[in-house]
């Protein structure tokens, strides 16, 4: 903990005092955090006014979080140059902010391995063989990155694949809350520790211990259950990152960083939780935190927490950085540290975000030398030539409306699984399909939305339609279950007032797209003036509520206890969605969702886009006007006879258009 920090806090504590609320002691705790007096608020000064601040050594930390594959300035879905991606996008701010410290370290957060069809292509098209360093780790070694973590998508491609993968890494990969099954031990290297030879102000060279502890979200064990369940346990980030703190001290480490991809949360907690950063926050010991997995940028969001500075990128005193995603921002630490005795203290620090230069095609041609084999190989592979279209497909709609995007995977889905299931004790039963749309804006940008052209369609196209490395799963359940799945699904929208004549939000964009299912073989209606029944995290928040209406099977409403065959992945068959978590049986194909797509074009050769509107809002008294956002260029592509009108333009290249519903 900096000096600062522990001046503050004893500042508190003693103000607290003074108003009665607390009675000061030799070792007064705020939250996880001690406050010792021997530590009064002007040592610092002190320290500084005896000269000895020319020892000081400035250490500045870079970090890089959730690249996608994302290696080169280059949409693949697009098949085009892109200047607002890539880590060779961010190798020039790498190397500018090296030129602006002479002491740097650089670490990644991880989610390297996944993302694009380049991750796809190395695991699935020309794997990586022994001995083979992954693109990933070639373009992380050819910007000289110190040590990275493990992400929630390291853990797609499976445990053999992930260990092929690690077994080349060119630098220290950590994990300290992932455990083997069978021995209880760590499945990867908890941390590191790096020894840093660095020039203090005078000029003189000092050397430096850097702890490194590495975290997930522990989810993974319901994201890729079908990968890791009996074989490895995930625990609690905050519990892991507490127990090998005082082991990475005691190996010498005089700064510690935690790689944190277990996104931001708040301050309330609980065990197990997906998003812990906030909490990291607290635990003394901790000197900075690189995170990820929100896809946000901090400094910057998350304003609304508590003990949060945004001018020196700090909550409750912890320098934090989050890079972003894909490339699109490199994170800054800068940390000040002094000698005390044979080690050292922080005393100061600031972090901050730097974004890529979107405008200029310059970047760090070590990165583009580093993958041109596996980018090259990519770029042909999705150009091979699957089907073709009779009409544009595109997702800018598709969270106002039944959209060919998601009909296209539905349709899919179904066709897969009948062939599946034929002779089988399930053949008979009804077959539902459901799918999400992926690339629908929101927190990834106006330029995130599916967009192919009538036409060829190439593996691209299906690329574009199906994003994540999912395995086609089938769910045995009741009628019951599927409305309670819709009803989750429908916490995509804000509860609207029919009262009001003024402009009411339609979707909430706090709620993610690719939780929001549209379940194909019935017929329903989103009654949104209603409450949602659940909220984003799927707790049931009113439980009277009633938004899926008229949930019908050929015509006839469906029974409470009908049986029905939901094809959905292996993402959403894991987790703990309403209704889904009720299944009675689970089916497991172990076949790509995408790759069922691209055999059904091939099947059909042509095909028709065009959606089945199975579901509709259901119909609204009074004259509510609903807005919601999509990209600017949504507007030369309104459906006919759609209810949606463009408004004006809005930030950041989206738009606001408005909705009438019947």
């Given amino acids: 903990m900096s000096i600062q920090k522990k001046a503050a806090l004893t500042a508190s504590v003693a103000i607290l005092a003074f108003s009665g609320f607390v009675t000061a002691s030799a070792d007064s705790k705020v939250g996880t955090k001690t406050v010792h007096n021997h530590y009064p608020y002007h040592t610092y000064h002190n320290y500084k006014s005896k000269g000895a601040a020319k020892k000081e050594v400035s250490l500045r930390i870079l970090g890089t979080s959730d690249l996608h594959t994302n290696f080169v300035n280059y949409d693949y879905y697009q098949d ?18 090296r030129e602006e410290s002479k002491n740097t370290l650089l670490f990644d957060n991880g989610d390297l391995i996944q993302g694009t069809p380049l991750g796809g292509y190395k695991a699935t098209v020309d794997p990586i063989e022994e001995g083979e360093m992954h693109p990933g780790y070639a373009a992380l070694e050819s910007l000289d990155f110190d040590a990275s973590t493990l992400g929630n998508h390291e853990f797609n491609f499976g445990l053999t694949y992930l260990d092929e993968v690690l077994d080349d890494a060119p630098f220290p990969v950590v994990n300290a809350n992932v455990y083997n099954a069978e021995t209880g031990k760590n499945q990867f290297n908890p941390y590191t520790i790096i020894e840093k030879e660095v020039t203090d102000k005078k000029g003189k060279k000092q050397t430096i211990q850097v702890g490194v502890i590495g975290v997930v979200a522990p989810h993974i064990m319901k994201w890729d259950r079908v990968n890791l369940e009996g074989k490895v346990v995930a625990k609690d980030a905050v519990e892991s990152v507490k127990k090998f703190l005082p082991e990475v001290k005691k190996a010498g480490a005089d700064v510690v960083v935690v790689l944190s991809h277990s996104g931001m949360g708040d301050e309330n907690y609980e065990v197990g939780e997906e998003d812990i ?47 972003g995603k894909f490339g699109s921002h490199l994170g800054v630490i ?14 100061k620090e600031k972090a901050e975000v730097r974004a890529i230069d979107a405008k200029t095609d310059e970047v760090s041609e070590e990165v583009v030398e580093a993958v041109q084999e596996a980018h090259k190989a990519t770029i042909d592979y999705v150009r091979s ?23 296209i995977v539905n349709n899919a889905q179904t066709w897969y699984a009948k062939q599946q299931l034929a002779g089988t004790a399930n053949a008979d039963l009804p077959i539902l399909s459901a799918a999400a749309p992926f690339k629908a804006g929101g927190r990834n940008g106006a330029e995130y939305y599916t967009d192919i052209a009538t036409g060829e369609i190439a593996i691209k196209n299906v690329a574009d339609l199906y994003v994540f490395d999912n395995t086609v799963f089938a769910l045995k359940m009741t009628g019951a279950d599927v409305k309670e799945w819709l ?38 209606e989103v009654d949104v003036t209603q409450p949602a029944k659940y909220d984003i995290d799927g ?19 469906v029974a409470a206890d009908q049986e029905f065959l939901v094809i959905t992945n292996n993402y959403r068959a894991s987790g703990t969605f309403p209704g889904v978590r009720n299944a009675s049986e689970r089916i ?4 790509e969702n995408r790759q069922a797509v691209m055999d059904y074009m091939v099947e059909f050769g042509t095909i028709n886009p065009s959606a089945d509107s ?9 004259n509510p006007t609903l807005v919601f956002e999509t990209a600017q260029k949504a507007q030369n592509m309104i459906p006919a006879n759609s209810g949606i009108t463009y408004m004006a333009p809005a930030a950041n290249g989206f738009a606001q258009f408005k909705l009438e519903t019947e």
């Fill in 80 to 97: 085009k140059v892109s200047n607002s991606l890539g880590l060779a996008k961010t190798g020039v701010l790498i190397e500018k902010a």
């Fill in 277 to 323: 950063t906030y909490q990291l926050t607290e635990v003394e010991g901790i000197d900075a935190i690189i995170t990820g997995h929100n896809h946000e940028v901090f400094p910057g969001a998350y304003k609304d927490l508590p003990n949060v500075d945004q001018k020196q990128g700090t909550i409750n005193g912890t320098p934090v950085v989050m890079p």
């Fill in 539 to 557: 707790k049931l928040v009113n439980q009277t509520a009633n938004r899926i209406k008229n949930l019908s099977y050929n015509g006839k409403a």
């Fill in 614 to 622: 199975n579901w509709n809002f259901a119909p609204i008294e009074g």
């Fill in 334 to 347: 800068d940390l000040t540290l002094a000698p005390k005795g044979k080690e050292w203290e922080v005393v």
């Fill in 588 to 591: 497991d194909f172990a076949y």
């Fill in 385 to 407: 030539p699957v089907g073709e279209t009779t009409a544009p497909i595109t997702s800018y709609f598709s969270l106002v409306k039944d959209d060919p995007s998601i009909q």
């Fill in 487 to 524: 009803e989750m699904s429908a916490g995509q929208f804000y509860q609207i007032d029919p009262n009001k004549t003024g402009e009411q939000a339609l979707v909430n964009n706090d709620y993610r797209t690719y939780n929001f299912d549209v379940i194909d073989g019935v017929t329903y």
